[in-house]
């Protein structure tokens, strides 16, 4: 069976929501690319994804906690799934995640705040 959008986000929220990468690393594209609106530079490929990724899962249980929600929203001209990510409370929605596919592996991870996660329609799944 071929990995949907929806299979990828739900294994970013589940290595968010454990904070263990294991959960996600199997879909990581070896060039994949990470564009946020909060940092300047892109991550690309998939070592310095893994070393993004396990400093912020650090950094979170260090400094407060955060969930991540599966959702929709319209990003892109489309609607598309989501992770809906909250810090300090499930209701403290702070930014939003897609991804993008090529095959079965992940080939962009985007994190935003623009449109703002509060637009996303939420399901109450929080994916452990």
Known sequence: MALTEYDAIKAYARMMNNRNLKYFEPYIADDIELKSQV??????GKQGMLEYLAK??????????IWAELGEIHKSGRT??????????????V????IELAGDKVIRLNLFFIPS???ARRTGEFPV
């Open 39 to 44: 940092q300047s530079e892109p991550v690309q």
């Open 56 to 65: 912020n899962l650090e950094k979170i249980a260090d400094d407060a906690p």
């Open 80 to 93: 598309r799934p989501c992770a809906v990510l909250s810090q300090y409370s499930r209701e403290n929605m």
């Open 95 to 98: 930014a939003s995640a897609t």
């Open 117 to 119: 996660p509060e637009e």
